[in-house]
């Protein structure tokens, strides 16, 4: 079993920073997909970013993207302290949800597959709040 823990959300302005931090257990991290979601009041959770081995080589990744954060957020790991990451620059009001990390183990024969689908992955955090004021 893997357990996800979030941390640094918060209240910021817009135009403002985070950085979210998503600890993993588990001794496999560098096999994991790490995904990051949001769920806004009212609405579904939806795929924000996600880091997934590429195919360049068993501890080379790459990550992807909402059309909505591109250019803002960006998504990083560091696997030898089990953590991912979700930089977090020029919010919006928009912005303002609870982020959640997700995690899937990918096989080396899905390297180059980033999963979007929230169905895809198998462990999730317990979700951290991000409120921007306008």
């Known amino acids: 079993q893997v357990q996800l823990v979030e941390s640094g959300g918060g209240l910021v302005q817009a135009g403002g920073s985070l950085r979210l931090s998503c600890a993993a257990s588990?001794?496999?991290?560098?096999?994991?997909?790490m995904g990051w979601f949001r769920q806004a009041p009212g609405k579904e959770r939806d795929f924000v970013a996600a880091?997934?081995?590429?195919?360049?080589?068993?501890?080379?990744?790459?990550?992807d993207y909402a059309d909505f954060v591109i250019g803002r957020f960006t998504a990083s790991r560091d696997n030898a302290k089990n953590t991912a990451f979700l930089q977090m620059n020029s919010l919006k009001s928009e912005d303002t949800a609870v982020y959640y990390c997700?995690?899937?183990?990918?096989?080396?024969?899905?390297?180059?597959?980033?999963?979007?689908?929230?169905?895809?992955?198998?462990?999730w955090g317990q979700g951290t709040q991000v409120t921007v004021s306008s």
């Open positions: 997700a995690a899937v183990t990918l096989e080396s024969s899905r390297s180059g597959y980033i999963p979007k689908s929230e169905t895809e992955y198998d462990y």
């Open positions: 880091t997934s081995r590429s195919r360049s080589g068993d501890y080379v990744y790459f990550a």
């Open positions: 588990g001794r496999t991290f560098s096999t994991y997909a």
